[in-house]
């Protein structure tokens, strides 16, 4: 499967954004998609996820109570809308897309490009 992200920007503290990743090719029922971010510096961290049968989610306590991720079957698309946002949120946004029950990025074989979300104070 292959996966295309989008979205990404600059936005003040406080403020919304909505990143997209729309999956081509062989995807599967069984696939989990998720939300992963790297800052400079640091390891890439696990975000939020959704199972693609059932959409079912997990998120980082970081995250939890601002960032939604959600599905459109029917566009094969994920979605992360992101509010309330922080400066300790900036980072580059990657999607990935897996067949296993997992949270760690090196269970995940497919990846979009990232998209930097850059969060200003």
């Known amino acids: 499967v292959q996966l295309q992200a989008s979205g990404g920007g600059l936005v003040q503290a406080g403020g919304s954004l909505r990143l997209s990743c729309a999956a081509s090719g062989r995807a599967s029922s069984s696939f989990y998609m998720a939300w992963f971010r790297q800052a400079p510096g640091k390891e890439r961290e696990f975000v939020a996820r959704?199972?693609?049968?059932?959409?079912?989610?997990t998120y980082a306590d970081s995250v939890k109570g601002r960032f939604t991720i959600f599905r459109d079957t029917s566009r094969f698309t994920v979605y992360l809308q992101m509010n309330s946002l922080k400066p300790e949120d900036t980072a580059v946004y990657y999607c990935?897309?897996?067949?296993?029950?997992?949270?760690?990025?090196?269970?995940?074989?497919?990846w979009g490009q990232g998209t930097q979300v850059t969060v200003s104070s």
């Open positions: 990935a897309a897996t067949t296993l029950d997992s949270r760690k990025y090196e269970n995940y074989a497919n």
């Open positions: 959704i199972a693609w049968s059932g959409g079912t989610t």
